[in-house]
């Protein structure tokens, strides 16, 4: 059976953080084109994420239950759907409707395809796969704020969901034409949705799918704390400008590039339980190293720490997706949906708690960094060794 486009998965995949950030740059602009204050505007991005969320746990089941090639098709169409909405949309409450609708959109694009992978590759194949749609998929919260800030001045607010309308419409045909459908079909044919839950269920009884999720949890809690707090500390206590931030953000963003391209490379000689250990231990010492910024009150060794922590997550990521999804290849929508939907309940308590003390002190974004740093390799313990 032909395998599905590799490039094809990386770019729909991409499309999901690419949604989130794109308008970022022009939320001032919205909030004086609508007439509304920038915290009503912020809105769009809270409601996004919230949605995001939710969605996750009914797209996860969808693919398990239709089929991947189908969900997509259907994700696709509501985000194209959605964002042309952005284009017309003359108030903040048919606005927030529109994200609602690409964030279900941009979860299908984020899901499905852990899940296609996992049905088309094995192991060690399978790693260096995710590894290289990571590596894709990164690019596009680095550069949609570039994309939507240029064409914000170049069109006005609602360039971000033009652009969001024709890569939609990209995706789609290409989808359309060359994927094929990859679920599991069992002998059986369909089971009932009974059956689904109880199968869901155990997902959470299964030390592989707990272990690997919280891994990957535990680790991206240290970015979503650093996106939470380090803007305001490099803004007070530093004056670094947004622009030169954003910088700060893409030169990190490129770690997780190295990282992720140097796991796809080592998945041909490394097993990937081996991978799973450098990468959360290098997580740990990375954020432990964190705890120096304090007296070293610098913000290049701040940038340092988090780019070799960036590089660490380059190798925990894809061996973790690969883990969790493996656990039941009938289920492997559900399992990638689970999985996002703990990662973004821990992730948002870490950003909750590092925000809520952010300013001129980085005491909390140290401590909630060190804090999920060094859970990242403890909840290795909870994966089975392989036997053999």
Not at 149 to 159: A, D, I, S
Request: charged share 10%; proline share 5%.
């Amino acid at each position: 059976m032909p395998r599905p486009s590799l490039a094809l998965l990386a770019l729909i995949s991409a499309g999901g953080p690419l949604a989130l950030n794109i308008i970022v740059p022009s939320l001032p602009g919205i909030a004086t084109a609508l007439g509304v204050s920038y915290s009503a505007v912020q809105l769009l991005l809270t409601v996004y994420l919230l949605a995001f969320g939710g969605f996750q746990l009914v797209v996860g089941p969808l693919a398990d239950r239709i089929g991947r090639r189908a969900t997509l098709q259907l994700g696709l169409l509501v985000f194209i759907a959605s964002s042309a909405g952005g284009l017309f949309a003359s108030s903040i409450e048919l606005l927030t409707v529109v994200r609602v609708g690409q964030a279900f959109g941009a979860c299908t694009l984020m899901l499905v395809p852990r899940a296609i992978v996992r049905d088309s590759y094995p192991g060690a194949e399978a790693v260096r796969a995710m590894a290289f749609i990571a590596m894709v998929m990164s690019v596009g919260p680095a550069l949609s704020p570039v994309i939507g800030g240029v064409g914000e001045e170049l069109v006005n607010w609602r360039f971000g969901f033009g652009f969001c309308v024709v890569l939609g419409i990209v995706l789609l045909v290409w989808l359309s034409i060359s994927l094929i459908e990859t679920r599991v079909i069992e002998a059986t044919g369909h089971p009932n949705w009974r059956e689904l839950l109880r199968r869901y269920r155990s997902l959470l009884r299964n030390r592989a799918f707990l272990g690997n999720t919280l891994v990957l949890s535990m680790m991206t809690g240290c970015f979503f704390a650093w996106v939470s707090a380090a803007p305001a500390l490099f803004a007070f206590r530093y004056a670094i400008s947004p622009g030169e931030f954003g910088a700060i953000m893409l030169t990190i963003s490129i770690g997780f590039v190295i990282g992720t391209f140097a796991a796809a490379r080592a998945a041909r000689f490394v097993s990937m339980e081996r991978m799973m250990v450098w990468g959360a231990v290098a997580v740990a010492c990375s954020m432990v190293l964190l705890v120096s910024a304090a007296f070293v009150d610098s913000p290049i060794y701040y940038v340092a720490v988090m780019l070799s922590y960036s590089i660490s997550n380059g190798f925990v990521y894809p061996t973790s997706i690969s883990g969790a999804t493996a656990v039941d290849p009938r289920i492997a929508g559900a399992a990638s949906a689970f999985m996002g939907f703990i990662q973004l309940i821990i992730g948002t308590f870490a950003s909750a708690i590092a925000g809520a003390f952010a300013g001129a002190s980085p005491v909390s974004l140290i401590a909630v960094c060190v804090v999920c740093g060094l859970l990242t390799p403890v909840c290795l313990l909870l994966i089975p060794k392989a036997k053999g």
